[in-house]
C-alpha cells in the first residue's frame, strides 16, 4: 500500500513538473490564452488517466485512486475551460475502461460533482490553499457518500475511508506544496526576465532589449518585404539640465518623455531609452511618411509640454530625431541604425529641435 502512495505521489509530482516546463515562462491563470488553458486542461486529463492505472489497493477488495487531484489542479491554476476538460477526458477514460456498470455510474457522477465544485471554489475570493483545502474535503465527501452506498460491510467501508481521507489528504497537500514551490520559482524567473528587459528608471525597454527586438524585425521586414522605420531620438543639451537643476529633475523629464512617446506611439511600436538621453523607436509596418509623422508629432508635444522642476520652475526642452525606413532609405534593414544615426546627427547640425529624416535611395 505504501507502495502504491508512493508510486501515486512520484505520478503526479512528475505531472506538475512537466506542467511547470511547459508554462513557466508565461504562467498559468483563468485568464490565460484559452490554448494554454486546455493544454494544461489535456495535461490534468492524461494525468487522471494514469492515476486510474495506477489505483492503489485497500484491503479486502477496494481500490482508491487519486484521479480528481488532477481536476481539482487544473480548476484552481487554470479555470473552469482546464478543470471540464480534464473531467471530460477523465470520465470518459474511466467509462471506457471499465465499462459501464453500477460502479463507473457513481464514479462518473462523483466526477461530475468534483468538476462543477471545483469550478465554483476555484472562484472564491481565498487564498489558493484555502481553495485547495474547500476542493479536497468536498472531493472527500462526495465520495464518502459514494462508498457508503456502493459497500454494505461496514467494517470493509471504514477500513477504506480511513484510508482513503488519510491518502488523499497526505497526496494532495505534497502536490499543493511541490507546486506552489514550483510557480514560486517561476514567478521569480518571469520577474527577472522583465526587469532584466527594462530601463529601471523609464520602463522603456532597455539597449539589449533593442538590439534583439531590431534583429528580429529586421529578419521578418526582409523576408516579406514590409516597410520598417527606425526613429533616433536625442535630448537637446540634456546634459546641462542636469548640470543646472540636478539629476532628479533630469529623471524626471526623461520619465515624461517616455510617457509621451508610449501615448503617442502604438502597441506594436517597440520603445527603447538606450542609454542616456538616447532613445529609439521602431515602427513596424510603417511607411517613411508615416515615421516622418510620428517623429514630428513626438518633437512638437515634447516642445510644447511644460516640464516643471521640483521647485517650481519650467523648463523647455526640446528632441532632435533622426529617421530612416526600409526599403526607401537602406537596401538591407540590417543598415537601419546606421542611416538613422546619421540622421540623428545631421538634425543636430541643422541647429537641433528638428526631425531630419535619412536621404533615399536612387532608383
Known amino acids: 500500500m505504501l507502495r502504491g502512495f508512493f508510486i501515486n505521489a512520484a505520478i503526479l509530482i512528475s505531472f506538475v513538473s512537466i506542467s511547470n516546463l511547459i508554462f513557466y515562462k508565461i504562467g498559468l491563470s483563468p485568464r490565460s490564452p484559452l490554448k494554454y488553458r486546455l493544454l494544461h486542461g489535456l495535461i490534468c486529463g492524461l494525468l487522471g488517466m494514469v492515476l486510474i492505472e495506477f489505483g492503489v489497493p485497500i484491503p479486502p477488495s477496494g481500490v482508491m485512486s487519486f484521479r480528481n487531484i488532477a481536476i481539482i489542479w487544473a480548476a484552481l491554476y487554470s479555470g473552469p475551460v482546464s478543470a471540464v476538460s480534464a473531467g471530460v477526458m477523465i470520465a470518459g477514460y474511466r467509462l471506457i475502461r471499465l465499462a459501464l456498470n453500477w460502479s463507473s455510474l457513481t464514479a462518473l457522477l462523483g466526477t461530475t460533482l468534483v468538476v462543477v465544485a471545483s469550478c465554483l471554489i476555484a472562484r472564491l475570493r481565498l487564498r489558493l490553499w484555502k481553495r485547495g ?10 465520495n464518502t457518500i459514494i462508498f457508503s ?3 454494505t460491510d461496514g467494517r470493509t467501508l471504514r477500513t477504506l475511508l480511513s484510508f482513503y481521507w488519510i491518502g488523499t489528504a497526505l497526496v494532495a497537500w ?11 520559482t517561476s514567478r521569480q524567473f518571469r520577474i527577472f526576465k522583465e526587469e532584466s528587459a527594462r530601463d529601471h528608471l523609464t520602463g522603456l525597454n532597455n539597449l539589449r532589449e533593442y538590439e534583439l527586438f531590431l534583429a528580429a524585425a529586421a529578419e521578418e521586414a526582409r523576408a516579406n ?8 531620438i536625442d535630448i537637446d543639451f540634456f ?3 542636469n548640470d543646472r537643476f540636478g539629476h532628479p529633475a533630469g529623471d524626471d523629464v526623461l520619465k515624461e518623455i517616455a510617457g509621451i512617446m508610449k501615448r503617442i506611439c502604438r502597441r506594436v511600436d517597440f520603445i ?8 529609439t523607436i521602431l515602427l513596424v509596418n510603417c511607411p517613411a511618411f508615416s515615421a516622418l509623422e510620428v517623429a514630428e508629432r513626438i518633437r512638437r508635444t ?11 520652475e519650467l523648463l523647455t526642452v526640446t528632441l532632435s530625431i533622426g529617421v530612416a525606413t526600409y526599403p526607401d532609405h537602406v537596401a538591407d534593414p540590417d543598415q537601419l541604425a546606421e542611416r538613422a544615426d546619421e540622421a540623428l546627427y545631421a ?16 532608383p
Do not use: M
Open 239 to 241: 546634459k546641462s539640465i
Open 347 to 362: 538634425a543636430k547640425r541643422g541647429g537641433r529641435n528638428r526631425v531630419v529624416c535619412a536621404k533615399r535611395l536612387s
Open 225 to 232: 518585404r514590409e516597410p520598417i522605420s527606425l526613429l533616433y
Open 133 to 142: 483545502l474547500i476542493a479536497v474535503l468536498f472531493h472527500l465527501i462526495v
Open 272 to 279: 527603447s531609452r538606450n542609454g542616456g538621453e538616447e532613445f
Open 149 to 151: 452506498g456502493v459497500i
Open 174 to 184: 505534497l502536490v499543493y506544496l511541490y507546486a506552489e514551490r514550483l510557480e514560486t
Open 302 to 312: 515634447v516642445a510644447q509640454h511644460p516640464f516643471e522642476t521640483a521647485d517650481g
